[in-house]
Structures are given as structure tokens and as C-alpha cells.
T-cell receptor
Framework: NAGVTQTPKFRILKIGQSMTLQCTQDMNHNYMYWYRQDPGMGLKLIYYSVGAGITDKGEVPNGYNVSRSTTEDFPLRLELAAPSQTSVYFC??????????????FGDGTRLSIL | KQEVTQIPAALSVPEGENLVLNCSFTDSAIYNLQWFRQDPGKGLTSLLLIQSSQREQTSGRLNASLDKSSGRSTLYIAASQPGDSATYLCAVRSDTNAGKSTFGDGTTLTVKP
């Protein structure tokens, strides 16, 4: 049972560099989400997707981009890394609302430091 | 906009004590509420999920209750153990708008031997 898989687990970037955080789920979930968690805080929603080809902004989208070309994959792109983007990033997925009261499934997170 | 508050931010208790963690939310139009445990530097472990139509859920020494009308949930931990030391997060899931979750900032629990 792979569930939600995030890569890499850790990464250090220099200011201005770009990178893509990968997220893959094998549960055929329609909904996928990206959250960030700053030290001592809860998770804040960056972007989400309700299906392939459909994405929308969450609470803190600035500095990020996403795409959803397949049901399984939902990569998060940082174009010009800034120190404020140092955080732990979590990807999650779930069935559509109304498809049963199912929980969101979370990946193990990517710890990103921008120096 | 949904807002989720967890009080207290930190709690320290001696081993064996029963304790209650609180979670309050401002919008009662929720799909479900989920309690998570997070150990330092680790990911989220789901503890209990309460559907919007339910009043409580139990798993072992954990019991979570939900009062939608008052916008409150509690997580009750019986006979606490040092291994229960962690941060506990509650997440409220919207019943519209792609079921986005709003998280509280968590309660950090320390159980002293």
C-alpha cells in the first residue's frame, strides 16, 4: 500500500533556484492538495485540484505553481525560491465529497530549506 | 472563512492523568473533523475522524466528540502515557469547495513519567 508518496524527503535550495516537489497517489483519488507547515503552526493550503486538468488556489498560493495532467500526480513548483518558503510541505488526496465520508490521506512530507 | 482554534497551545501532565484537548471552529458547515498526531519532525498520523452527523468516535484510550452547533470538538485521552507526548492537530473539512481542510495550530502535549 503506497498511498501518497512525496519526493524528495529533504532538500536545500539557494535563493532564486527553482525546484519541483513531486506527489503521487495510487488510490485513484479525484481530490489532491498541497499544504505547507511552518514551525509551531498548523497546515495551510497552497493549491488544490478536484481532478485532472483542474487546479485552484488555496490560502497561500504566492510563489508556487501546480499542474494536474493525470489523476495520480500533482507536482508543486517553486520558481524563484525565497527564504519565506522554508517549510515542510505535505501532499494529501481524497475521494470526492459524497463518495463516502473518507479521510484525507497524507504523504510523509518534504522538508525544504532555502538559504 | 473557516477558522480553527486549539487551546491550550501546550500542556504538560504527569503520567496516568486523564486529559482533554480542545478544538473550536467558526463555520458549522463541515464535512467531517479529524484529529491527527504529529511527532517532532514527522508527518501526520490520523487518530480519529468524526463525520458531521456523528457525536463521538472512540479508539482505545482516545475519545473524540463533536458538537457542530457550538463549533467545538474535544479529544479525550485516558490514562496518559509518556508515549502520548506529541503535537495534536485538529482539521475541519468543508462540505463544499472541494472539501478543503482548515487546521488548528495544534496542542503540544508532554506526559511526564
Amino acid at each position: 500500500n503506497a498511498g501518497v508518496t512525496q519526493t524528495p524527503k529533504f532538500r536545500i535550495l539557494k535563493i532564486g533556484q527553482s525546484m519541483t516537489l513531486q506527489c503521487t497517489q495510487d488510490m485513484n483519488h479525484n481530490y489532491m492538495y498541497w499544504y505547507r507547515q511552518d514551525p509551531g503552526m498548523g497546515l495551510k493550503l497552497i493549491y488544490y485540484s478536484v481532478g485532472a486538468g483542474i487546479t485552484d488556489k488555496g490560502e497561500v498560493p504566492n510563489g508556487y505553481n501546480v499542474s494536474r495532467s493525470t489523476t495520480e500526480d500533482f507536482p508543486l513548483r517553486l520558481e524563484l525560491a525565497a527564504p519565506s518558503q522554508t517549510s515542510v510541505y505535505f501532499c494529501a488526496s481524497s475521494y470526492s465529497l459524497g463518495a463516502g465520508n473518507q479521510p484525507q490521506h497524507f504523504g510523509d512530507g518534504t522538508r525544504l530549506s532555502i538559504l | 472563512k473557516q477558522e480553527v482554534t486549539q487551546i491550550p497551545a501546550a500542556l504538560s501532565v504527569p503520567e496516568g492523568e486523564n486529559l482533554v484537548l480542545n478544538c473550536s471552529f467558526t463555520d458549522s458547515a463541515i464535512y467531517n473533523l479529524q484529529w491527527f498526531r504529529q511527532d517532532p519532525g514527522k508527518g501526520l498520523t490520523s487518530l480519529l475522524l468524526i463525520q458531521s452527523s456523528q457525536r463521538e468516535q472512540t479508539s482505545g484510550r482516545l475519545n473524540a466528540s463533536l458538537d457542530k452547533s457550538s463549533g467545538r470538538s474535544t479529544l479525550y485521552i485516558a490514562a496518559s502515557q509518556p508515549g502520548d507526548s506529541a503535537t495534536y492537530l485538529c482539521a475541519v473539512r468543508s462540505d463544499t469547495n472541494a472539501g478543503k481542510s482548515t487546521f488548528g495550530d495544534g496542542t503540544t502535549l508532554t506526559v511526564k513519567p
